[in-house]
């Protein structure tokens, strides 16, 4: 979170999303190698800025053509220094905010929109090139060569560091709201590592929602995504055990969740409803979460509207994970073998191949059909295929559990 902050306030002293990038990754790196030796500071936040400060300053003197700014980008700087003490403020306003400023940018109408959404996952989420890929369910090599060349086609078109103007925001909203569910969802289910969560993005992802939703509030989709956002991370304590290990929806202890944030995302899905005649993508997975909320356990469930949800979203929508949940519902409402006919469909198609998730439900499923070795064999399948440490367990749990009944 720190790094994209610092992204977002070099991009607004050199106008160069790619140099800023470099600028903050030279400061971090300079951390690395100093404070093993001197200790980490009392503010980080302040030291790789000052850090990234002497880099650009540095940079500016090195190149001849831009010289005549130099006092202007220390001007700008000792500006910055000065506003230092409010650099972890929770939530600025529509001028101030340079994390929201930086996601227009990278989402400006001039990339194509895949280039917006890797970019600005890229610079604010953190997120690596293979991480985005499988978000994307894309090859690294493709994302790799779509950040280089959003970065590029923004510097050749010098695009002002500035948030559009009010009656633009609505053509920008698509991307935007796109980037941040990305950022939320990495957060709530991470790719890779030891860590079944990264609370820290979906922390970021909520607040940047939030204050969309300040700058957009005539917008349903806003408030659509901000309700999914808020729902969802309601369950974030139920969603581990003691050890880290990741506990699924069906097993979470409902008394866990936060009801707070559930009152805050039903109340943004009755703004959004209130403000469509129809609704959009992310009102109807609020809804789809709301479902889950407003149930008292597992068994008083609405499956069947759930089921019904997703065939709406996979209408307006079309998306084979979609599909892949809908088949979750449906095997929940009306029987895993109504699921698994759906499965099968779904294991032809391409995208889904190296998809994880796809051999774990048809596992599930399998497993309450009672055809255990099949099950056991999906989910070493789908072990092999996450590559997240804490996921890869659980798969492997579950794939000893059906050899178990299987014997």
Not at 36 to 53: Q, R, Y
């Amino acid at each position: 979170m720190e790094s994209a902050k610092i992204i977002a306030r070099l991009t607004r002293i050199v106008r160069d999303v790619g140099v800023a990038e470099e600028l903050a990754q030279d400061s971090l790196v300079a951390a690395l190698e100093q404070w093993p030796v001197s200790g980490i500071p009392d503010n980080p936040a302040a030291w790789l800025t000052s850090a990234a400060k002497h880099r650009a300053i540095d940079l500016w003197r090195r190149n001849k053509l831009l010289e005549r700014k130099h006092e202007e980008l220390q001007r700008d700087f000792a500006q910055q220094e000065l506003a230092m003490p409010d650099f972890a403020s929770a939530i600025d306003n529509h001028v101030g905010d340079d994390l929201l400023r930086l996601i227009f940018i990278s989402c400006h109408p001039v990339l194509p929109s895949e280039g917006r959404v890797a970019l600005t996952l890229r610079l604010l989420g953190g997120l690596t090139t293979a991480e985005i890929a499988r978000a994307f369910l894309a090859q690294e090599t493709t994302i790799a060569q779509r950040i280089v060349r959003a970065k590029r086609t923004l510097s050749e078109a010098r695009v002002p560091f500035e948030l559009p103007p009010k009656h633009e925001l609505g053509s920008r909203l698509a991307s935007v709201l796109e980037v941040i569910y990305l950022i939320f969802n990495e957060g709530y289910s991470a790719t890779a590592g030891d860590d079944w969560m990264r609370p820290a993005l979906c922390d970021e992802a909520l607040r940047l929602g939030r204050v969309l939703a300040g700058l957009a509030p005539d917008e349903s989709e806003v408030h659509g995504l901000v309700a999914l956002m808020e729902i969802q991370a309601s369950r974030v304590a139920a969603r581990t055990g003691p050890s880290g290990e990741p506990i699924l929806l069906l097993d979470q202890n409902r008394a866990r969740w936060d009801h707070l944030l559930i009152r805050r995302g039903l109340a943004a899905l009755e703004r959004a409803d209130a403000l469509a005649a129809s609704s959009g993508p992310y009102a109807l997975q609020a809804a789809i979460a709301a479902c889950h909320a407003r149930a008292r356990d597992v068994a008083s469930t609405d499956w069947q509207r759930i089921a019904a949800l997703y065939e709406q979203l996979g209408k307006l929508t079309p998306s084979p994970v979609i599909e892949l949940n809908r088949a979750v519902a449906v095997g929940m409402a009306f029987g895993p073998a109504a699921g698994l006919e759906l499965i099968e469909r779904l294991s032809l198609n391409p995208a889904l191949q190296s998809y994880h998730l796809l051999p774990s439900v048809r596992a599930d499923l399998l497993f309450k059909l009672g055809r255990f070795a099949e099950a056991r064999a999906e989910f070493e399948r789908a072990a092999l295929l996450t590559r997240n440490a804490r996921e890869r367990e659980l798969l492997l749990n579950r794939a000893r559990a059906s050899a178990q009944r299987s014997v």
